[in-house]
């Protein structure tokens, strides 16, 4: 990939940008297309500027917090814009209600045709009522769902004609088609919110894409399991993605002051809005979802605190100056990280031309930290 | 994030007066928690909540009824309806209808921690396969609902937001926030059926309008009443109006 002094380098910690398309109010055509041509802009500077991947969530009726319902839509998009950035589908709901099997497979295939085999595939099973309730999902059923899914899409790619018979779905012998470039299939992952769910990825040998701020601690003791797990892992397909990210957020400015008064307002912003969010477990009581999602405060009686807190700043976030931000990452990378992935703005708090300005500035003082020396020309 | 559009006023005509923020905690053995949970309407998500709060998406209702065997003030059974909703980041129940059937537990709880209680009937009837919660005010039945077909959970999986009610309080009128914790050794998960519910007469806002039943829960075990620690002003959102009580 591109680098200063036009070396040819290699990084051992990838960077990401992850897109929720979070979305002002009034929800009118214009505001929400200004997000969605805004996410492109991004996109098509994060391939210039040599981020390694981006990622589109999918989400339904989370008002404000995420507009990206349509993720293969937006990505399509970006695979015909973009030219080396890796695609990551972040991640498909992976229960029956929301996305036959079937459907999820054609359309992976079909983005990774459009993309020249730049594919990445994240398989979740959603952590809102607002989502769950809205499609009339048990929510008992769909960690049994999403298991079903990874076990068999890859089967849906690899394979010609197919029948299945299952527990969320069967099928009658078919051809699924197309297939994607990429040979078996696509690199899998599973997005972690609860902590556990990394062994999981890691017992079936899937990457684990982290969508949930865990501390320096905490992500180093599930960096350490999922490293040590999937070694003995029983892969869902011949193809194993040995991966652990983490998400975080990114403003960097030349002034340290400036970027904590801007980035700590889209941090502030995203913690509020996550905090609304409606958890299952809040809704629906469950043995299958043991933790609210993301960044939001417990609603159990351990977190009766006080109404009055703001949201509590994420350790080692990426916002400041370039050299507070090398030095967040150098810790983040000192776990054993293999990638982390930014959201770059909540509900356009943050100009787009500011957006953009911190993206370069990250890209020419902050990146070339990262560079595994070992891969460069004349090393 | 919406925030309520209510005015305050408009729920003061049933609030509880306090005379004071000094409350020691309560603890009630042998508790029986049944939780109800329901969407409403979205066209009341905000009309239903002053300013201070924001609502929940989808906008929901939770009927939480609590059997207490034993108490400072005797026996008692209580029914209140909470509007689900967000004060600054935390989720909580603001409560809107309350009804107790002993007399000496409805002024403790007006008084102590500002529950807007009501003297009615309320009857927790809870069965092998169907539990049954019936509320009357004045001979007038508020509330008739059934949770049927219960199955175990474990005793952590049931979450309870914490519960704010709205006083007449020294400072002004307060959302106060109400800690409580249930020490559970036995919960169950039912199927919550479609309510009989008179909205206005048990004391909810006029503008919710139950959709659909989502969950229910039976929970048995100690329930404690904490001391209170945080009052909120109910027209100002809770990242500036929130105040200790101990100010």
């Not at chain 1, 990939?1 to 940008?17: D, E, Y």
């Not at chain 1, 309730?133 to 890859?154: I, R």
């Not at chain 1, 809704?283 to 009766?304: E, F, H, I, V």
């Amino acid at each position: 990939m591109p680098a200063r002094g036009g070396l040819v380098t290699l990084r051992v910690v990838k960077f990401g940008i992850f897109f929720e398309m979070s979305t002002p109010r009034p929800f009118t055509p214009e505001v929400e297309g200004a997000v969605l041509h805004n996410a492109l802009a991004q996109a098509r500077l994060a391939d210039e500027l040599g981020f390694d991947w981006v990622w589109a969530v999918e989400h339904h009726f989370l008002e404000e917090y995420s507009h990206c319902s349509a993720p293969e839509v937006v990505l399509a998009a970006v695979a015909t814009q973009t030219e080396r950035i890796r695609i990551g589908h972040g991640a498909v709901v992976c229960v029956p209600e929301m996305n036959h099997p079937v459907r999820v497979a054609e359309r992976c295939a079909t983005l990774d045709l459009l993309s020249h085999g730049r594919l990445e595939v994240g398989t979740a099973r959603s952590s809102t009522w607002t989502e769950l309730g809205g499609f009339g999902v048990d929510p008992d059923q769909t960690k049994k769902t999403w298991d079903e899914f990874v076990h068999v899409l890859p089967k849906l790619w690899a394979d010609g004609a197919t029948s299945y018979d299952g527990h969320s779905f069967s099928m009658p012998e078919r051809n699924v088609l197309p297939k994607p470039l990429q040979k078996p299939h696509p690199p899998m992952w599973v997005t972690v919110t609860s902590p556990g769910t990394e062994l999981d990825a890691a017992d079936r040998g899937l990457g684990c894409l982290g969508v949930a701020a865990a501390g320096y601690a905490e992500q180093e003791r599930r960096t350490q399991e999922y490293f040590r797990r999937i070694e003995q892992c029983d892969p869902v397909s011949s193809v194993v993605t040995k991966e652990v990210t983490t998400l975080n957020f990114l403003y960097c400015h030349e002034d340290a002051a400036v970027a904590a008064k801007t980035g700590m307002g889209m941090v502030g912003t995203f913690g509020l809005a996550n905090s609304h969010l409606m958890w299952t477990r809040e809704a629906y009581p469950t043995r299958a979802y043991q933790s609210l999602g993301n960044l939001a405060p417990k609603t159990d009686r351990s977190a009766t605190g006080s109404p009055g807190d703001r949201f509590g700043i994420p350790e080692g976030i990426c916002v400041g100056d370039p050299d507070i931000i090398v030095a967040a990452l150098k810790r983040w990378e000192a776990l054993g990280l293999t990638g982390i992935n930014f959201l770059l703005n909540c509900v356009e708090t943050i100009p787009q031309e500011q957006v953009l300005e911190s993206m370069r500035l990250f890209a020419r003082e902050v990146m070339p930290h990262f560079r595994d020396s070992s891969n460069e020309a004349g090393a | 994030m919406l925030s309520g559009t209510a005015s305050v006023d408009e729920f003061m005509p049933d609030a509880a007066t306090m005379a004071d923020f000094a409350t020691q905690a309560c603890a009630l053995p042998g508790a029986q928690v049944l939780q109800l949970m329901f969407e409403t309407a979205v066209s009341g998500r905000q009309t239903s909540l002053p300013a201070g709060l924001h609502p929940t998406n989808p906008p929901s209702m939770v009927v939480q009824a609590w059997h207490c065997p034993e108490s400072p003030w005797g026996e008692f059974s209580l029914a209140m309806a909470r509007v689900q909703c967000r004060s600054g980041l935390r989720p909580r129940g603001f409560v809107q209808g309350c009804v107790v059937d002993n007399a000496d537990a409805a002024i403790a709880l007006g008084a102590r921690w500002g529950f807007p209680a009501r003297v009615g009937t309320v009857v927790l009837d809870v069965g092998y396969h169907d539990t049954h919660l019936v509320v009357e005010v004045e001979g007038a039945r508020v509330l008739d609902v059934r949770a049927l077909d219960p199955i175990p959970l474990g005793n952590e999986d049931v979450a309870f937001s914490t519960t704010l009610t709205l006083a007449h309080t020294p400072r002004g009128p307060r959302l106060v926030q109400v800690d409580t914790d249930l020490v559970c050794d036995r919960a169950e998960r039912l199927v919550a059926c479609t309510p009989a519910l008179d909205i206005e007469a048990f004391g909810l806002h006029r503008s919710i309008v139950v959709r659909h039943p989502v969950s229910a829960s039976l929970s048995r075990g100690t329930l404690t009443l904490q001391p209170l620690r945080y009052v909120c002003r109910p027209d100002e959102l809770a990242f500036t109006g929130t105040e200790s009580t101990s100010d």
